[in-house]
T-cell receptor, first 115, second 112 residues
Framework: EAQVTQNPRYLITVTGKKLTVTCSQNMNHEYMSWYRQDPGLGLRQIYYSMNVEVTDKGDVPEGYKVSRKEKRNFPLILESPSPNQTSLYFC??????????????FGPGTRLTVT | TQLLEQSPQFLSIQEGENLTVYCNSSSVFSSLQWYRQEPGEGPVLLVTVVTGGEVKKLKRLTFQFGDARKDSSLHITAAQPGDTGLYLCAGGWDSGTYKYIFGTGTRLKVLA
C-alpha cells in the first residue's frame, strides 16, 4: 500500500529536550515536506526537499532541522523544543514537478506537546 | 511570501443546500490545489487547477481557477453530511521557489 508514515503519532516532551519525528514514504517520491498545522493558521511549510541531499526552508523553519540522506526518509529534528512548537505536524511527499507541483500525499500527523 | 485567504472560515449548513468557498491571493500561482482533511487524518487531494479560467467537476463539487490565476472557488451542490470536513486550498509554486502556500482553511459542517 502506498503511504507516508510518521512516528510517533503523539509526543509530550519538555522544553529543551531534543527530539526527532521520523517520516518515511514508499512511493519513490523525490519531493518531501514538513508542515505544521495550528488553529486559524492553516498548514505552514517548515522545510522541503526536492531530492536526496537537497533541502530548503519553507515559511517557518526557525527551530527545526531536517536531513535527506535517503530518498524514502525525511526526519524532522527539534534540537531544543519550546512551547511555541506545540502543534500538529504533517509530513508529505510527491513527485517533483519543475513547472507545476504534483499531488502531495500526507502522513497521519504527529501531535506534539512541549511543556 | 504569497498569502492565500480563504472564506468563509466556518460554514454550517443543512443537507441539500449549496455553498461556495473562496480562495484569494494578491499574487499569481502556477497552479492551485484543493484538499479535504478529516479529523485525525492528513489532507487528501481533491483537484488541481492549472489554466486560468479552468473549471473542473468532481461529482457535486465544482472547482474554478480565476482568469488571472490569483483566485479559486469550490462550489458544492446539494451538500451531504459526508462533505463535512476542513477544505484547504494550496498554491504552488511560490515566487520561484518550490514552496507550497496553504490557505487558512474552511471548516464545513453539513447537518442531516
Amino acid at each position: 500500500e502506498a503511504q507516508v508514515t510518521q512516528n510517533p503519532r503523539y509526543l509530550i516532551t519538555v522544553t529543551g529536550k531534543k527530539l526527532t519525528v521520523t517520516c518515511s514514504q514508499n512511493m519513490n517520491h523525490e519531493y518531501m515536506s514538513w508542515y505544521r498545522q495550528d488553529p486559524g493558521l492553516g498548514l505552514r511549510q517548515i522545510y522541503y526537499s526536492m531530492n536526496v541531499e537537497v533541502t530548503d526552508k519553507g515559511d517557518v523553519p526557525e527551530g527545526y532541522k531536517v536531513s535527506r540522506k535517503e530518498k524514502r526518509n525525511f526526519p524532522l529534528i527539534l534540537e531544543s523544543p519550546s512551547p511555541n512548537q506545540t502543534s500538529l505536524y504533517f509530513c508529505a511527499s510527491s513527485w517533483t514537478g519543475v513547472e507545476l507541483p504534483y499531488e502531495q500525499y500526507f502522513g497521519p500527523g504527529t501531535r506534539l506537546t512541549v511543556t | 511570501t504569497q498569502l492565500l485567504e480563504q472564506s468563509p472560515q466556518f460554514l454550517s449548513i443543512q443537507e441539500g443546500e449549496n455553498l461556495t468557498v473562496y480562495c484569494n491571493s494578491s499574487s499569481v500561482f502556477s497552479s492551485l490545489q484543493w484538499y479535504r482533511q478529516e479529523p485525525g487524518e492528513g489532507p487528501v487531494l481533491l483537484v488541481t487547477v492549472v489554466t486560468g479560467g479552468e473549471v473542473k467537476k468532481l461529482k457535486r463539487l465544482t472547482f474554478q481557477f480565476g482568469d488571472a490565476r490569483k483566485d479559486s472557488s469550490l462550489h458544492i451542490t446539494a451538500a451531504q453530511p459526508g462533505d463535512t470536513g476542513l477544505y484547504l486550498c494550496a498554491g504552488g509554486w511560490d515566487s520561484g521557489t518550490y514552496k507550497y502556500i496553504f490557505g487558512t482553511g474552511t471548516r464545513l459542517k453539513v447537518l442531516a
